[in-house]
C-alpha cells in the first residue's frame, strides 16, 4: 500500500481528510494524516524493505466511540495493525485519537 492508496481509503470513511493539516479547520469529526518516521528493514548495510510509519489523527469535539470504531474498522479493512493513543487538546478543545500504522514498500 502506498500513501495515495492510504488517503483514498480514509476519504472512504465519510469524514474530511488532509495530509498534515487543513488550510482551513473543517468541523469534526475529521482526519489528518502524516508521515512519522521511517523504520526500514535493513541488513548487511543495505535497505531491503522501505517501512514508512504514518499517524492518522482523528479530531472529534467530544469522545466519539462511533467515529473511533469508523477508523478501527477502515484500517482493519485495508489490513493495516494499528496502536492507538488518545489525548485532549485544551486549547483546541478537541479530543484527538491517532492511529499509528506502517505501510511497507510505500
Sequence with gaps: MNQAELYQGLQ???????????????????LVYLF??????????FNHAEVSVYQVELYT????????QKV????????LPFSKSETYLESEKLHQVIYEIQLIGG
Design 12 to 30: 472512504a470513511i465519510g469524514y474530511p481528510v488532509a495530509y498534515s493539516h487543513f488550510t482551513t479547520e473543517p468541523k469534526a469529526p475529521y
Design 61 to 68: 469535539e467530544k469522545k466519539d466511540l462511533v467515529a473511533e
Design 72 to 79: 478501527k474498522d477502515k484500517l482493519r479493512e485495508m489490513q
Design 36 to 45: 512519522a518516521y521511517g523504520n526500514d528493514f535493513m541488513a548487511d548495510n
